[in-house]
């Protein structure tokens, strides 16, 4: 019987599928990556956030598909780490968890605090720590030094996702996060108005309001900004205005405090 090649869910949009296999990657189930779907369509602010140039409607995806998805996104990380020779950063790995201690203690450190910070800003247990997500947080914990342990967490869990991708949608998420990291928005009003000059209409990573990374994909953008002068000309309001208009305005500093939540707590799947 010839093996199922067809991608499920490949309709959705890449973010989405992104997101979905991010917490594949963690240990979630379909029917908790669902009720988090669910849950984040019916939040207009955090939606708003997590994908600025969506419509709630293009995160629908059923739970069948869910359940399909993820014995896909198995198989293609086990073909995915069997193709892998050695460990890089950027490809997966090992799908094991990882004891901390078995990381160098500089690595630990890295990787513990940056988890624990996630959590806190979350208010969730990160769920499984895998070796690969473990060398991404301590990877770019080294190459951004400044950029708060929270949106480093939640950027090496990205990167891993990244791996399903197609390999142009891999390339541009590559190229704005070599961007993001090399103008350091997040250090201050003046560097954050460099980078955004610098990306004009590419796709770009910013940090929202809880000071989480969001990639905005540039293309979409424009199809908004254009649907937007036909909304303006007819007195309606722009769809996302709101959101883009905050988004504009707002300094990014350094570090931003957390909400409070559980820490500490690695290489537990969440309650289902």
């Known amino acids: 019987m010839a093996r199922k090649t067809k991608e499920p869910g490949k309709r959705l949009p890449p973010e989405v599928r992104e997101w979905i296999d991010e917490h594949f990657g963690r ?44 014995a896909w996104w198995k198989e293609k990380r086990t ?16 799908e094991q968890p990882v004891a901390w201690l078995s990381l160098d203690p500089d690595e630990a450190r890295m990787v513990l605090a940056a988890v624990a910070a996630w959590e806190s800003v979350t208010g969730m247990d990160w769920g ?3 070796e690969s997500v473990a060398r991404h947080i301590a990877y770019l914990a ?3 030094p400044d950029l708060p342990p929270k949106a480093v967490a939640a950027l ?18 590559w190229e704005a996060l070599g ?17 955004l000059q610098a990306v004009g209409s590419r796709d770009h990573f910013m940090l929202d309001s809880s000071g989480l990374p969001v990639y905005v994909v540039a293309a979409r953008a424009t199809l908004i900004g254009r649907s937007s002068l036909k909304a303006t ?27 409070g939540g559980k820490t500490g707590v690695h290489g537990v799947t969440p309650d289902g």
């Open 27 to 70: 240990g979630w189930t379909p029917p908790q990556v669902y009720r988090a779907l669910e849950t984040l369509r019916r939040d207009n602010g955090k939606f708003r956030e997590r994908f600025p140039e969506l419509d709630p409607r293009d995160v629908q995806c059923s739970l069948r598909v869910l359940y399909e998805r993820w």
């Open 79 to 94: 073909s995915s780490q069997e193709a892998s020779a050695g460990v890089r950063w950027g490809t997966a790995s090992t």
């Open 128 to 130: 499984t720590l895998t």
């Open 142 to 144: 080294r190459a951004a």
């Open 156 to 173: 090496a869990s990205r990167v891993d996702a990244w791996t399903l991708l197609s390999q142009e949608e891999k390339n541009r998420r």
């Open 179 to 195: 961007r993001f990291l090399g103008y350091r928005p997040w250090s201050s009003p003046e560097a954050e108005a460099r980078y």
């Open 233 to 259: 000309a007819r007195g309606e309001s722009p769809p996302g205005a709101s959101s883009r208009a905050s988004r504009r305005s707002r300094q990014i500093p350094a570090t931003r405090r957390g909400t």
